[in-house]
């Protein structure tokens, strides 16, 4: 069936590194991604977005790759703080669908 | 930024009684609401969507006569799970989009319901 996946669900990293958190998506009709993140007991916090008619969107220390061929989605962290320790979720819109489809989340641990 | 209030926070309630949680935009009208379900180290999983002054939407699987939900006000969306049972035990989340874009869809701090 449809899904949204990802590759890694722990990724460990050095405070400083950059970080590279994936998900694959399976749904070609999908048009729109989104990653957010999501810490202990809380609710997931909107991190950055892109369309489909984009390859890559920047914020501030976070970049997005989207990858239509291969139905790829990651998401970059420049410099990983401890404050962004935390499990990461990509999550898209089918066409047609008023709600989200997360993935299956990547946790992010960062060591001092 | 947006504010969804979700209350409460945690509960605790015997097997056979009834829970209510409730969801709120604070500073914003959301015609539009979603309850989601996330069991631990897993995804969230979409319950249902709660539309203003209409009957909620819900995804395949999830029995509507068990998870009441009723969407009263532009600011208000209230989730209840009736004759809770140990298996209803799981981290409750509503979100609440402002507008039509995803951009602005806004979660709350969740729910953690534990069934004794």
């Known amino acids: 069936g449809e899904s949204v996946g990802l590759h890694l669900p722990t990724l460990s990293v050095q405070e400083g590194d950059n970080s590279i958190i994936n998900c694959a998506y399976s749904n070609s009709a999908s048009d729109y991604f989104i990653w957010y993140k999501q810490e202990s007991g809380k609710g997931p916090q909107f991190i950055i977005d892109i369309r489909s008619n984009m390859d890559k969107r920047q914020g501030q220390r976070v970049t997005v790759l989207l990858n239509k061929t291969v139905k790829h989605l990651s998401l970059q962290i420049a410099a990983t703080q401890p404050g962004d320790s935390a499990v990461y979720f990509c999550a898209e819109n089918k066409a047609g669908r008023r709600a989200l489809t997360f993935g299956s989340g990547t946790r992010l641990q960062v060591q001092p | ?116």
């Open chain 2, 1 to 116: 930024g947006a504010v969804v209030s979700q209350h409460p926070s945690r509960v605790i309630c015997k097997s056979g009684t009834s829970v209510k949680i409730e969801c709120r935009s604070l500073d914003f009208q959301a015609t539009t609401m979603f309850w989601y379900r996330q069991f631990p180290k897993q995804s969230l999983m979409l319950m249902a969507t709660s539309n203003e002054g209409s009957k909620a939407t819900y995804e395949q699987g999830v029995e509507k006569d068990k998870f009441l939900i009723n969407h009263a006000s532009l600011t208000l969306s209230t989730l209840t799970v009736t004759s809770a049972h140990p298996e209803d035990s799981s981290f409750y989340i509503c979100s609440a989009l402002k507008g039509t874009g995803y951009e602005k869809l806004f979660f709350g701090s969740g729910t953690q319901l534990s069934v004794l």
